[in-house]
Structures are given as C-alpha cells and as structure tokens.
C-alpha cells in the first residue's frame, strides 16, 4: 500500500527546496516528485536525523525507552557505543543491547567497544580482548570500533590495542577515537593508525589539529561536556568533516531535544541551511555506512517533516515508511526490558571511609561544570571545609574490596552525599559527601539496590533505581526524568551550584581524560598515566 506526504521538500543532496510529495511504498520511497497543490504548504520534509555518537545507557534509559523520546525530535538512527554495559557485563552487555535495540524501529547502529576496560588502573566487571572486539567486529550488527580512550597505547604501537584496529582495517569498518587535548605531531600518529572521528575537541585550535591529521569531528552537546559554541565556527569552515553528537545526556535535558537542538541553534548563527542538515543526517550516515535513508528514491523511506525552517518543531518521523510519530504521538510501544546486571559489593561502615589527614596537605580533584576536564588543587587539611572539598570516594562493585579515598573540590554540599553506580567507565561505585556518615548511608542505599543514583541529607534519602546493569532503569522515560529532576532539586538544596552534579560526578572515575582522577584502586594522575597519593606531606 502506498502513500503520500506533501510538504516542502528539502533536496540537501541537489541544494533546493521545493513544493513536492514523497510517496512511500513498503519500506521505501518510491517517488519524489515537484507537486503544484503543495505549493503554500509550511511543512518540510528532511532527511532523518542521526546522533553520531552515543551511549544509550548514559540516558539512564532502556533502548526503547531511549527511541520513544528521541523520535519526537526527529531522531532515526543512532551510532551507539555500548561500552558502559560492556564494562560491566563484557559481550553478554553487547548482546543485550542489540536484542533490546531490536525491540524498537529507531535504527541503533551498535560498535565493538575497543577499550573495556578503559585501563589497567580499575576494576571493571567484564574484559574484552583482541580476540573478543575482533569477533564482535565480524558481526552484521556491528558496524564500527567504538573510541579508542587509550591513545597513550595507540602511540606507543600496545599490542593488544593495534590488533583491536587491525581487525576493524580488515573488516572495513570505521574506527572512532577519543583522545582528549590530542594536538600536533601526536595527533596525527594517532589518526594515521586509521582512527577516523573524535568527539573530545573542547577549542577550536584543537579541532583543527585534529582536521588536518584527517579526522572528522563530532560536535558534541551533551549533558556533561558542551562544546557546540567552541567549535560553532567550524560550520562556516569545515561543514564537511563534521558531524552532531550528544555522549552523555541524562532524561532530564533528553526530553527536550535531541539533534534537532544543533540544527535550531546552526541556524540561528546563520550556517548554511544545507550543510547543517547534512552534519545532522547525511554525512554520519556515510561515514558509518548506515542503512538509513538519505531522501532519495529507492532509499528507506527514514526521514523527518517540521513545521518550518525556524522553530523546527517536529510534526512527524518516519523509520522504514511507517510514522513512528505522528500528531503527537509516539506510535512505538513500550515494552519491559530484560534485567541483567553484575553486582557484588556488600554493605560498608563509616570506618570503611575514615583517613586520617592530621598535619597533611592533600591533592584535590577540582570539577568545573560544563566540563570532563578536571584540575589539581594541593589544600591544607584543616581549611577543607572552608574550600568547599568534600570526601570522595570509589568502591569496587564487584567484590568486597577497600574503598578508594580522596578529595574533591566543586560540587557544593553543604550537608549530606551523593552516591551513583553510573561511574565511568568500569560503573564502581562512587560518592562525595559532607561527612563519613552521609557517605556511608548513600553508598549503602546504592548496594541495597543494586545500582541506582542516591541522594542523602543524612536523614531523608532518594533515589533513582538502576537493576539495568546499574546503568539503566526499567521504567518509562517521562518518570525518569521526573525522578531525576528530583534528585537534582534535592542536590541544590544541599547547597550544590552544579548543574547536574550527578553527571559531574560521574566522570571522576574516567581515568582517560586529565587532569586527576579516582579510581576503586586510588588517585590517579591522568596526565602522567599513574597512581598518586591523595595526602602530601607537609
């Protein structure tokens, strides 16, 4: 059965717009074709558009759950890197991701996670070795080599990391990369080994470096890290060697755009029309070779119609000629995702917790918001209070091991702790609190749930209930989102300036991004790649 859709139709690949009709038949487009009683429509149709790198469980959200969102904005097709799930359950968390993503139209295109763990200074609950990525890599549903984090073992030639981007050369699938600061001579020996993208560009001089190694860049704007007003002249510049990105967005800013927002916000900084859409749909779908259709005859019939070229609200999206939503609605269902997860810790006491810091200095990680990047404060120990540092703190999740102790600067308790299992990327659990006892009720709250986002006074706790791998919820995403906005609330109550202290938080642990870190085995000095000790002698 065929039909047809009028509208404004917007030619990226011939750069024109005119009054037309797209006639759909079965999966695909069967015409499109100048229509006369188009003319004075407002609508306009567009290619779909596709997040070129994301981490769904960063959504806090199920696979499903995740498309009847991203749809609303226009969203068809997603290049996914399951290595949060993947840290924690190994293959089984790469498996899992794709028979859930299966549930769902929305088009998830799932990578090879390269670097699980991220470092030989964690603990993760699963490893993925040369020999696992290349299997994985050898798989139809497996179309690219998810961010290589290890780029100190690109440039020194690791074994172990060069085979995991040889098998992704042999099989002709694209390799993405993470290498945060990257510049010169250093970035190009990394691009060179055949990595292709890079999501962590934070200045522009940095992106160019990287652009003339031969990388394309993804613009990231997620809920941690937002780069799109940094890098925002590189659409006049290099449109062509860029695509959109979200990483990590929590549900909270999920449900109010997806890559529609870079489109909008493109716009209004005057980029050519036809080259921000193609950074939002066409050019992600040529570098991954995606089986999402680009507007042409013959191709799936994925593509997005809005109400105009300004406010860009979206009154339909198309996957495969079927409206996955339409009028309003989401025309995909909900479904109960399987639970799986890996979780040994068991309850803590406050002397799991205690340091002694008397006539110590001690190394402070200081997070700034809005960013990965964290710095390095020394702080005599008795003027922590008054300097804002708290007690921070990681615990293996995956057997009863001792608790890693340091300190952090920035995320503005007054009273009470935060506790989380969304911890990159091995997903120990991590805390920050006012006191040893705070501490010690939120960490305990996450153990008693097997993963989830805790916040405490110290009297009254809530929480936000992860049993997905500790990473991700089974409910519906408009609850949470509620939920989360919540504990957000709670957390400004408690005196934190953040504006998403959780997400802050959750980036502590990633031990490949400087400046200093924590991980369940201790302090680490992310800049010279080893432990270091979180008290200093006076």
């Given at each position: 059965m065929e039909k047809e859709i009028k509208g404004n139709i917007v030619d990226v690949h011939n750069r024109r717009i005119y009054p037309g009709k797209v006639v759909i038949s079965g999966e695909y487009i069967k015409e499109i074709t100048y229509d006369e009683s188009s003319k004075g429509l407002t609508n306009y149709i567009l290619p779909g558009f596709v997040d070129s790198h994301i981490h769904i469980e960063s959504t806090l959200l199920s696979p499903v759950e995740f498309s009847r969102i991203a749809v609303k904005f226009g969203t068809v097709a997603t290049v996914s890197d399951p290595h949060e799930i993947a840290n924690v359950l190994g293959v089984q968390g790469v498996e899992y991701m794709i028979k859930e993503g299966a549930k769902s139209p929305l088009k998830f295109n799932f990578g090879a996670p390269s670097c699980v763990p991220a470092t030989k200074f964690e603990t993760a609950g699963a490893e993925l070795d040369a020999s696992d990525v290349k299997s994985l890599l050898e798989r139809e549903e497996i179309k690219y080599l998810t961010e290589v984090m290890n780029w100190p073992g690109v440039l020194q030639k690791d074994k172990e990391v060069m085979a995991k981007i040889e098998a992704a050369k042999k099989l002709n699938k694209p390799i993405d990369g993470h290498a945060p600061g990257l510049r010169g001579e250093d970035a190009k020996n990394y691009a060179n080994t055949g990595i292709s993208t890079d999501h962590e560009c934070t200045t522009l001089d940095e992106a160019l470096d990287k652009i003339e190694a031969g990388m394309k860049i993804q613009i990231r704007e997620g809920s941690a890290a937002k780069n799109f007003e940094a890098l925002s002249p590189l659409l006049n510049s290099h449109a062509g060697r860029l695509m959109f990105c979200t990483d990590d967005t929590h549900p909270h800013e999920l449900i109010n755009g997806h890559i529609d927002k870079f489109i909008r916000a493109s716009f209004k900084l005057g980029a050519d029309i036809f080259e921000v859409i193609k950074i939002a749909s066409i050019y992600p779908i040529e570098h991954y070779n995606l089986d999402v259709g680009q507007l042409r005859v013959g191709d799936f019939a994925d593509f997005v119609v809005v109400d105009n070229m300004s406010e860009f609200n979206t009154l339909a999206t198309?996957?495969?000629?079927?409206?996955?939503?339409e009028n309003g609605k989401v025309n995909i269902p909900t479904t109960t995702p399987d639970i799986i997860n890996n979780f040994q810790a068991e309850e803590k006491k406050i002397n799991d917790f205690s340091l002694d810091t008397k006539g110590k200095s001690v190394q402070a990680i200081v997070v700034e918001d809005g960013q990965l990047i964290t710095k390095k404060e020394i702080f005599e120990s008795t003027t922590l209070r008054d300097n804002d540092i708290l007690k921070l703190v990681v615990i293996n999740r995956y057997s009863n091991e001792s608790a890693a102790i340091g300190f952090i600067k920035g995320?503005?308790?007054?009273?009470?702790?935060?506790?989380?299992?969304?911890?990159?990327?091995?997903?120990?659990?991590?805390?920050?609190?006012?006191?040893?006892?705070?501490?010690?009720k939120a960490v305990n709250k996450v153990i008693e749930l097997k993963g989830g986002l805790v916040i405490t006074d110290g009297t009254e706790t809530s929480a936000l209930p992860l049993p997905i791998a500790g990473l991700m919820s089974d409910k519906s995403g408009e609850e949470v989102a509620d939920i989360y906005i919540n504990l957000l609330k709670n957390a400004k109550n408690l005196g934190s300036t953040l504006h998403d202290p959780f997400l802050t938080l959750s980036f502590v642990s990633l031990l490949v991004i400087p400046e200093l870190k924590l991980s369940d085995k201790g302090l680490f000095d992310a800049i010279n790649f080893k432990f270091t000790n979180p008290l200093i002698d006076k």
């Amino acid at each position: 059965m065929e039909k047809e859709i009028k509208g404004n139709i917007v030619d990226v690949h011939n750069r024109r717009i005119y009054p037309g009709k797209v006639v759909i038949s079965g999966e695909y487009i069967k015409e499109i074709t100048y229509d006369e009683s188009s003319k004075g429509l407002t609508n306009y149709i567009l290619p779909g558009f596709v997040d070129s790198h994301i981490h769904i469980e960063s959504t806090l959200l199920s696979p499903v759950e995740f498309s009847r969102i991203a749809v609303k904005f226009g969203t068809v097709a997603t290049v996914s890197d399951p290595h949060e799930i993947a840290n924690v359950l190994g293959v089984q968390g790469v498996e899992y991701m794709i028979k859930e993503g299966a549930k769902s139209p929305l088009k998830f295109n799932f990578g090879a996670p390269s670097c699980v763990p991220a470092t030989k200074f964690e603990t993760a609950g699963a490893e993925l070795d040369a020999s696992d990525v290349k299997s994985l890599l050898e798989r139809e549903e497996i179309k690219y080599l998810t961010e290589v984090m290890n780029w100190p073992g690109v440039l020194q030639k690791d074994k172990e990391v060069m085979a995991k981007i040889e098998a992704a050369k042999k099989l002709n699938k694209p390799i993405d990369g993470h290498a945060p600061g990257l510049r010169g001579e250093d970035a190009k020996n990394y691009a060179n080994t055949g990595i292709s993208t890079d999501h962590e560009c934070t200045t522009l001089d940095e992106a160019l470096d990287k652009i003339e190694a031969g990388m394309k860049i993804q613009i990231r704007e997620g809920s941690a890290a937002k780069n799109f007003e940094a890098l925002s002249p590189l659409l006049n510049s290099h449109a062509g060697r860029l695509m959109f990105c979200t990483d990590d967005t929590h549900p909270h800013e999920l449900i109010n755009g997806h890559i529609d927002k870079f489109i909008r916000a493109s716009f209004k900084l005057g980029a050519d029309i036809f080259e921000v859409i193609k950074i939002a749909s066409i050019y992600p779908i040529e570098h991954y070779n995606l089986d999402v259709g680009q507007l042409r005859v013959g191709d799936f019939a994925d593509f997005v119609v809005v109400d105009n070229m300004s406010e860009f609200n979206t009154l339909a999206t198309y996957i495969n000629g079927v409206a996955v939503y339409e009028n309003g609605k989401v025309n995909i269902p909900t479904t109960t995702p399987d639970i799986i997860n890996n979780f040994q810790a068991e309850e803590k006491k406050i002397n799991d917790f205690s340091l002694d810091t008397k006539g110590k200095s001690v190394q402070a990680i200081v997070v700034e918001d809005g960013q990965l990047i964290t710095k390095k404060e020394i702080f005599e120990s008795t003027t922590l209070r008054d300097n804002d540092i708290l007690k921070l703190v990681v615990i293996n999740r995956y057997s009863n091991e001792s608790a890693a102790i340091g300190f952090i600067k920035g995320i503005g308790l007054k009273q009470g702790a935060i506790a989380s299992t969304v911890a990159h990327d091995s997903h120990n659990i991590i805390a920050a609190g006012y006191t040893d006892e705070a501490i010690t009720k939120a960490v305990n709250k996450v153990i008693e749930l097997k993963g989830g986002l805790v916040i405490t006074d110290g009297t009254e706790t809530s929480a936000l209930p992860l049993p997905i791998a500790g990473l991700m919820s089974d409910k519906s995403g408009e609850e949470v989102a509620d939920i989360y906005i919540n504990l957000l609330k709670n957390a400004k109550n408690l005196g934190s300036t953040l504006h998403d202290p959780f997400l802050t938080l959750s980036f502590v642990s990633l031990l490949v991004i400087p400046e200093l870190k924590l991980s369940d085995k201790g302090l680490f000095d992310a800049i010279n790649f080893k432990f270091t000790n979180p008290l200093i002698d006076k």
